[in-house]
């Protein structure tokens, strides 16, 4: 690269970074924890209605006839009550400006080359990723395009498994959701979420460490629930088996005593999602 190249390229970084550093991006992206939180609490909700046997919750809602009880179906709940286009919208718009945030801090964050700073950018573009998710999902259903991601997780599985070396390559992915499960329940256990938020009042101190790490546990065996499915998928050769939060909450309630469990895992999501809010007032960004 040339040293006008160079130039250029410092000065893109610099201008993005100023532009993300900006009063307005700020509130606009603590807006996307606050989004990601409602879209948590109606996981949330939909996963204590299944766990106590009303798995009916989000039917006839948009998009969401089977009553899906993941992200999809937290989405087509809230395009369902009055006003909730308008509250989809809000969530949509706060969502992208996280992810906007997030990927500038991947490419122009770090200030070193060392290991710790590229895992600290890859990080970074996961979670740009999960919010980017929420972003497109959130205006699909505002626009009445939302789709069923059970749905687009089989169909996915399918492709993959149709290819040569789909198996080799699901199994990846399944591991990789584990790791993911499994480095969120660390997360929650060990506290290392601390580390995202400036000072708190010792009044909010305590309920933010329960809700965080009740939330990051919930969401960690979760998710390993999902990557244990996604390889259950490859060793079967079935894409039927393969499915997202939906799958794995059916799976937690097949189980014995596994209600109970569901109901405890819903109320984990929904305690990360008021944590979501506590995260939007006291996030350093």
Do not use: C
């Not at 395009?79 to 906007?100: H, M, Q």
């Not at 080359?113 to 950018?121: P, Q, T, Y």
């Amino acid at each position: 690269m040339t040293d006008a190249a160079q130039d250029a390229a410092r000065e893109t970084g610099r201008q993005a970074r100023r532009a993300a550093d900006s009063r307005w991006f700020e509130t606009t992206a603590r807006a996307g924890f606050v989004g990601s939180g409602v879209v948590h609490l109606l996981i949330g909700y939909l996963a204590v209605l299944l766990g106590v046997g009303n798995a009916s919750a989000g039917s006839g809602a948009q998009g969401s006839e089977s009553g899906d009880t993941d992200q999809s179906g937290a989405l087509a709940q809230l395009a369902s009550v009055p006003g909730g286009v308008v509250l989809l919208w809000l969530v949509a718009v706060g969502t992208a400006a996280l992810t906007i945030r997030l990927l500038v801090e991947a490419v122009v964050g770090g200030r070193t080359d060392d290991a710790r700073a590229w895992v600290n950018r890859g990080k970074n573009v996961g979670k740009a990723v999960v919010y980017g998710v929420i972003t497109y999902s959130s205006a699909s259903y505002a626009v009445g395009a939302g789709k069923s991601s059970s749905g687009s997780t089989t169909s996915a599985a399918a492709t993959a498994l149709a290819t040569p070396g789909g198996v080799v390559l699901l199994l990846v992915v399944a591991a990789v959701a584990i790791a993911i499960g499994v480095g969120l329940v660390v997360i929650g256990v060990r506290g290392s979420w601390k580390k995202h938020l400036r000072a708190q009042p010792q009044s909010v101190r305590r309920p933010v460490a329960v809700l965080a790490t009740l939330g990051y546990v919930a969401k960690g065996v979760a998710v390993v629930i999902v990557g244990v499915l996604v390889a259950v998928a490859a060793f079967r050769s079935d894409p039927e088996q393969a499915s997202g939060l939906d799958g794995a909450f059916d799976a937690l309630r097949s189980m014995p005593g596994g209600s109970v469990v569901l109901v405890v895992v819903g109320l984990g999501f929904a305690a990360f999602g008021v944590y979501s809010f506590f995260r939007a007032r006291y996030a350093r960004i």
